[in-house]
């Protein structure tokens, strides 16, 4: 039975949960015209990828926020972080999941608990941003009732990924 838990001292070691390779397939196209952002999916050549292994410390999560682990027979199998914000908005700052675990509902349950504590605390809504070729994480936020409030098509400019744009996601509630 999955459980989730927020991130403490006694648990702490859920932070070091890495990260796993994931499948590229597509990428969202986003677009705005009168005010509304639309979006329509572009299948791209099959690559796996997978993001750096971050060095989380709780001290500095706390600082900033907090962050919730979902644990299954006590094994942390999700992730997530999240930071507050001067706009009434909590910051996902990461979501992950093992892969032995995906498409279980863990990230949902991840950001239900997060918006039941944050109820709590004066909070209005969630945000995060996605990268525009990881399309399950797209159809994730989306799926979720996520909206579209923002397209960066400048972060990787100058970087070997360039081309690639950061969608920004909110949820209120």
Same mark, same amino acid.
């Given at each position: 039975?999955?459980?989730?838990?927020?991130?403490?001292?006694?648990?702490?070691?859920?932070?070091?949960l890495?990260n796993?390779p994931?499948?590229?397939f597509?990428?969202?196209?986003?677009t705005?015209?009168?005010?509304?952002?639309?979006?329509?999916?572009?299948?791209?050549k099959?690559?796996?990828m997978?993001?750096?292994?971050?060095?989380?410390?709780?001290?500095?999560?706390?600082?900033?926020?907090?962050?919730?682990?979902?644990?299954?027979?006590?094994?942390?199998?999700?992730l997530?972080i999240?930071?507050n914000?001067?706009?009434?908005?909590?910051?996902?700052?990461?979501?992950?999941?093992?892969?032995?675990?995906?498409?279980?509902?863990?990230?949902?349950?991840?950001l239900?608990?997060?918006?039941?504590?944050?109820?709590?605390?004066d =909070?209005? &809504? %969630?945000? +995060?941003i996605?990268?525009?070729?990881?399309?399950s994480?797209?159809r994730f936020?989306?799926? @979720?009732? $996520?909206? =579209?409030? &923002? %397209?960066? +098509?400048?972060?990787?400019?100058?970087?070997?990924?360039?081309?690639?744009?950061?969608?920004? @996601?909110? $949820?209120?509630?």
């Amino acid at each position: 039975m999955i459980t989730i838990e927020e991130i403490t001292h006694n648990n702490q070691q859920a932070l070091e949960l890495p990260n796993e390779p994931f499948e590229l397939f597509g990428k969202l196209v986003v677009t705005r015209s009168n005010d509304t952002w639309d979006y329509y999916e572009v299948s791209t050549k099959h690559e796996t990828m997978i993001f750096p292994d971050e060095h989380y410390q709780l001290d500095i999560i706390n600082e900033k926020g907090y962050a919730l682990g979902a644990f299954d027979d006590n094994k942390c199998v999700g992730l997530a972080i999240f930071e507050n914000n001067w706009n009434k908005y909590l910051y996902l700052s990461d979501l992950k999941v093992t892969s032995s675990h995906r498409r279980k509902n863990i990230a949902t349950m991840l950001l239900n608990t997060a918006i039941k504590i944050s109820t709590e605390h004066d =909070i209005s &809504g %969630l945000y +995060t941003i996605a990268q525009d070729n990881n399309l399950s994480a797209n159809r994730f936020y989306l799926r @979720y009732g $996520f909206s =579209i409030g &923002g %397209l960066n +098509t400048k972060n990787y400019h100058f970087t070997n990924q360039k081309g690639k744009y950061d969608i920004y @996601y909110y $949820f209120e509630f």
